[in-house]
C-alpha cells in the first residue's frame, strides 16, 4: 500500500523532463555511497524498492558499470523520474513497479543485492514483516539487503529530530512510524543473515545484512 505522507524538508522538486529532485536524496547521497560502493558484490543484479526519484540509484549504476541495476517504485511518477535520471546508463533496467509490503514480488525479483533506503517508516509492522521475508527470498545465497533510514534504538526515538518525525509520520497515519532496528536486526539474524549497523549522519543507520552468512559478515 503506497500511503501518502507529507513531511517536512521531504518535497520534491520538478524538473524539464520528467525527473523529480529530492533534496534529502542529494544530502544523504555521498553517505550512502561511501558505505555501499565497497560492498556491492562484484557481479549481478542490484534490486532498488522505493527508489524515488532515482537519484540514489542513477548515481551507484555511474559508479558500477558492471552491475545491472533495477529501480522499482509503485508511484508511477517516481518511476518516470527513475527512468529520467538513469537515461544514458545501459546497465539500469526500466523501473518496476513493486509494492514492497505485498506478499509474492520476490518471486520475480531474483538479485544479489537488494536496497531500501528511507521507506521503513513509511510502511506498517505487517508491511515490514512482509518486506523482510520477501527481501531474504530474492536474494541470492551471499547475497547484501542493505536498508538505510531513521529507525528507533532498542525501542527508544534517539533523537528530538527522530521524535519530531516519527509524531508527525503517527499523526498522519498511526500504522507507520520509525521502526526499531533491534527488532530488524533479530529477524534478520533468525532468517539466517550476519548482519551489521553502521552509524550514518543525522542520526540514521545503514543495516546491512549478508543471506546465509552466519555471523562471518
Ligand atoms: C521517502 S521516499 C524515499 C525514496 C528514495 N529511496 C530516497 O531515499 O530518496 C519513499 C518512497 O517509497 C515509495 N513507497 C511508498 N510505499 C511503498 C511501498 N509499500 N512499497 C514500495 N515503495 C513504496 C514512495 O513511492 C516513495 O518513492
Redesign the pocket.
Known amino acids: ?3 501518502r505522507v507529507i ?1 517536512t524538508g ?1 518535497r520534491v522538486e520538478a524538473d524539464g523532463d520528467g525527473r523529480l529532485i ?1 533534496a ?2 542529494a544530502r ?1 547521497l555521498g553517505p550512502i555511497l561511501d558505505v555501499l560502493l565497497p560492498r556491492l558484490p562484484r557481479r549481478g543484479d542490484v534490486l ?6 532515482g ?2 540509484i542513477a548515481a551507484l549504476a555511474a559508479h558500477r558499470p558492471d552491475l545491472s541495476f533495477h529501480p ?4 508511477p511518477t ?1 518511476r518516470a523520474s527513475i527512468d529520467a535520471h538513469c537515461r544514458g546508463l545501459p546497465n539500469v533496467m526500466p523501473a518496476g513497479d ?5 506478499a509474492g514480488w520476490a518471486v520475480e525479483a531474483g538479485a544479489d543485492a537488494v536496497l ?4 521503513l517508516h ?2 506498517s509492522d505487517g ?1 515490514l514483516a512482509i ?1 523482510l521475508d520477501e527481501a531474504h527470498r530474492a536474494m541470492s545465497p551471499g547475497g547484501l539487503l542493505a536498508i ?1 533510514g531513521p529507525f528507533r534504538r532498542d525501542g527508544i526515538l534517539s533523537s528530538p529530530g527522530d521524535r519530531a518525525f516519527d509524531a508527525d509520520l503517527r499523526a498522519q497515519d498511526e500504522a507507520i512510524g520509525l521502526k526499531d532496528a533491534a527488532m530488524i536486526e533479530t529477524v534478520l539474524t533468525v532468517l539466517g543473515c550476519a548482519v551489521e549497523m553502521v552509524e550514518m549522519p543525522a542520526n540514521n543507520l545503514m543495516i546491512l545484512a549478508q543471506k546465509d552468512a552466519g555471523s562471518a559478515l
Do not use: F, K, W
Not at 48 to 53: K, Q, R, Y
Open positions: 500500500m503506497i500511503r513531511t521531504t529530492a534529502p536524496a544523504n532498488e524498492l522505493a527508489s524515488g526519484t537519484q540514489h522499482t517504485d509503485p508511484d517516481r513493486i509494492d514492497a509490503g505485498q531500501v533506503v528511507n521507506l513509511l510502511i508491511e518486506l538505510y
